[in-house]
């Protein structure tokens, strides 16, 4: 890089022109890897894309243009607004803070479960706290430190084995 700046016949640059041109052309080999790096990625996904099958073609998106890293592909309107969580579900809440005595590892972090009563903000929530239940946290909470409680239905209550006889049974002791 240094061979291409000209020098004066003492043999002394100006260092600012000296550090200009450096930059300069680093910037230029910097584009010419990306322009590199975005033809290599576009050859080796249609050399890819000619070996699918054709069922797995036909899954493909209809449009052939790569797009660059950090474009933001368009989102439906009603999704992006969708909340996480709805008034009146149960949530579970993180507590990071363990009573003294206890150790993080083996205490129960995961508390409730609790009422939403409102959405705050995009990723806040308020809940709904019942009375007298001994929790003294501010009410408002972010949205990582929630999780839906999930219903998990009737489990079956089916015996495995209808009777054990004596001789069938086998202790441990």
Do not use: C
């Not at 200009?20 to 890819?48: C, D, F, G, S």
């Amino acid at each position: 890089m240094t061979s291409t700046i000209k020098r004066d016949p003492a043999g002394s640059a100006d260092a600012k022109q000296w550090r200009r041109e450096a930059n300069r052309q680093r910037e230029i080999a910097l584009q010419l890897a990306k322009e590199y790096q975005l033809a290599e990625k576009a050859r080796r996904a249609e050399e890819h894309n000619a070996r699918l099958s054709s069922k797995e073609q036909r899954a493909l998106p209809d449009s052939a243009e790569p797009t660059e890293e950090g474009e933001d592909l368009p989102t439906d309107s009603a999704e992006s607004h969708k909340s996480l969580f709805q008034t009146g579900e149960q949530v579970w809440l993180f507590m990071e803070r363990v009573k003294p005595g206890l150790k993080k590892k083996l205490a129960h972090r995961w508390h409730g479960p609790f009422r939403v009563k409102k959405k705050i903000e995009e990723f806040a929530y308020e809940l709904e706290l019942p009375d007298k239940s001994g929790y003294r946290f501010y009410p408002v909470v972010h949205v990582s430190r929630l999780k839906k409680v999930t219903d998990l239905g009737q489990r079956p209550t089916v015996p495995l084995v209808d009777e054990l006889s004596e001789n069938q049974r086998f202790d441990f002791d």
